[in-house]
């Protein structure tokens, strides 16, 4: 017999935490990878340049590609419920990151095979789309959840989308995905500070600073829209949330500016949007005065700041239905069994300081600068 460590409803808030946390470890460990590969068409201009940027993340970057598969595989083992709807209503979605991705692994082993520039160019955007087309999606899927996704569950729980592809790609939308795209940017562009010089630092300075405060005023304008345009959720009735509860045993209320109660009545939540914009000034402040390492910090602050804004205004509601708000769910009735959150969290608490402690050392053996001359001395190893 298992160990029974929390009660039901304190493991679906600690899941819904773990879940948080490792989205927020998706965007600072991969999202600068991706942010760099949205900049390598245009902040290197030569190929050897172009070649040190795939260098500064080619060792590290399917490490870190680990935490998206964890979050994923997070969802579907804590919250059932959501990973069928969302991996169906999202589908086509999914699918362009996936075939986006690809070119990343792709990319990386064979751009510098051949030595024809038509060949490495070809290879350049294809990595640009790998880095820049699921930074923007990720956005976009977040602009959606804040409005409501449209699907709703029948007498039987199973769900049905009853929206488009195209539906997607509202202007709300869209301007999350300007969000994350600015800010994964930004956050690339401060990696490169810390693992280069020269030109390819000079550049990567003034994309802090440019996408930096695209980022802002952006996330500006989002939190604007969804405070006073924007329908949010609410719950009006809901049985013990402590207990078994199915997604249809509540009862939804639409209302405007929604999304704003829970800074009403928990203050203290405030901090996320601050540590939003806090971390993102500062990151640019660091990076205009040579410390680009402080500043990826900050940058990831801000990162997470984004993150827990959205997750913090949503709580508890994980995927709300804007066809049947009733549909809608939430943290407490689309967990999985006391047993089965109970054994998942055993196995975070051994094995998330384990692999913390291995990253940490791949990174510290992997720190310093990676030069052109590194490049062309080793050019028949490098990426």
Known sequence: MSIILFDYFTLKVIWWLFVCVLLIGFAIMDGFDLGIGAMLPFVARSDEQRRVLLNTIGPTWEGNQVWFITAGGAIFAAWPFVYAAAFSGFYWALLLVLFALFFRPVGFEYRSKISDPRWRSAWDWGLF?????????????????LQGVPFYLDEFMRPYYTGSFWGLLNPFALLAGVVSLGMLIMHGAVFLQMRTEGEIYERAQKAVLLF??????????????????????????????????????????????????NYSTLPWTIVAPILAFVG????????????????????????????LTAALAMFPFVMPSSTVANSSLTAYDVTASHRTLNLMFIAVVVFLPIVLAYTSWVYRVM????????????THTAY
């Open 129 to 145: 789309v790998g880095g820049a087309v699921p930074a923007l999606v990720f956005g976009v899927a977040f602009g959606n959840l």
């Open 212 to 261: 930096g405060i695209l980022f802002m005023a952006a996330f500006a304008l989002a939190g604007i829209w969804q405070a006073y345009a924007i329908e949010g959720f609410s719950i009006a009735s809901m049985p013990d949330p402590g207990g078994v509860v199915t997604p249809l045993d509540k009862k939804v209320d639409v209302i405007k500016g929604a999304w704003m109660q």
């Open 280 to 307: 993102a000034i500062a990151a640019i402040g660091l990076s205009r005065i040579h410390r680009a390492g402080i500043a990826f910090i900050c940058s990831g602050a801000s990162l997470a700041g984004v993150i």
């Open 367 to 378: 720190r310093g600068k990676v030069t052109e001359e590194r490049i062309q001395k080793e």
